[in-house]
């Protein structure tokens, strides 16, 4: 081959994948965005501060609010005058269901990364670090995993809580009686009506559920965890790396600004709605470095 004629096929391979976003053709959820000119999110309605509905019944939190961010990073790849951003409400049970069949295009909520999750979706850059821990009435004075022995305990459907503390049961012979709730104000409800002695959740969870109760007092959240630290991530689907690189370019420029750390104060560290609760969960050490160099690792190791 010519020199000429190599250096010619470089440059059209370079133009190829430099070119607008109009002279490519888009695949994916992309060309769904495109072609319909609508980007549909999946909200939480009780996964406080990250998605959950306000007093007027409207989704708002801070995964919420990084998918609207998302949105308008797509609305400008796309060159698009107008983007219609369409909710539509998940549940544990139904967010993985609803990414893989493409009712929802980005799940925002509270979902862990896993190596599990990654078989059946894809995830952008990590937003928020946390472990599983259980929450119990203070006067029941149960505060490490071996005092849940013969309890009954409480975790959310659908979640890798759930699968910890069955797989921590079976494996430490502990005879707990695990029962499912649909959603984590249900499983909060049990352990407040006395129907269980315990729920395990994600820590970060619990410390808002508590926070927001009549008697935040009453309850304590146990100093052992039952996992190591864990990502969470928001979900899309699985096998489209070009929505995917927009959606990491996004979430990328927002961890790395002021603007990140600002978004995470004003969902940790300051007062929410709709009752103007505050988690007093202030930036740690870790969480830093993690929007500081933004991953979608799975592997609690790499944080």
């Not at 149960?142 to 009954?152: A, F, H, P, W």
């Not at 352990?191 to 927001?212: N, S, Y």
């Not at 790396?241 to 979430?251: E, I, L, N, R």
């Amino acid at each position: 081959m010519h020199l000429s004629h190599a250096l010619f096929l470089a440059a059209v391979a370079i133009s190829a994948a430099t070119a607008p976003v109009g002279a490519q053709e888009l695949s994916g959820t992309l060309k769904k965005v495109k072609d319909t000119g609508a980007l549909t999110i999946g909200h939480r309605d009780a996964s406080v501060p990250f998605s959950y509905l306000d007093g007027s019944q409207r989704p708002v939190g801070y995964a919420y609010e990084i998918c609207l961010k998302v949105a308008d990073a797509v609305k400008a790849h796309l060159k698009l005058d107008t983007l219609e951003v369409r909710l539509n409400p998940v549940t544990s049970a139904t967010r993985i269901p609803l990414i893989a069949n493409g009712t929802i295009d980005l799940e925002c909520g509270s979902t862990t990364n896993n190596a599990d999750r990654q078989r059946q979706a894809a995830f952008t850059n990590t937003h928020f670090l946390t472990a599983t821990r259980f929450v119990a009435k203070r006067e029941k004075g149960l505060d490490k995993t071996d005092d849940l022995k013969g309890r009954t305990v409480v975790s959310t459907s659908g979640t890798t809580n759930i699968r910890q503390i069955n797989e921590i049961n079976t494996a430490r012979g502990l005879g707990m009686r695990i029962l499912p709730a649909k959603d984590h104000a249900e499983a909060f409800l049990m352990v407040e009506t006395g129907r269980a002695d315990a729920f395990v959740m994600d820590d970060v969870l619990l410390a808002a559920l508590v926070a927001g109760s009549k008697t935040p007092d009453a309850y304590a959240i146990s100093s052992e965890a039952q996992s190591r630290p864990e990502p969470y991530g928001i979900m899309l689907r699985k096998d489209d790396p070009a929505f995917k690189a927009v959606v990491d370019a996004a979430t990328a420029a927002l961890y790395k600004s002021p603007e990140g750390t600002a978004l995470y104060d004003k969902w940790f560290t300051q007062a929410i709605p709709p009752r103007g609760i505050n988690l007093k969960l202030p930036m740690s050490e870790a969480m830093r470095k993690t929007l500081a160099n933004p991953s979608d690792s799975p592997d609690p190791a790499a944080y």
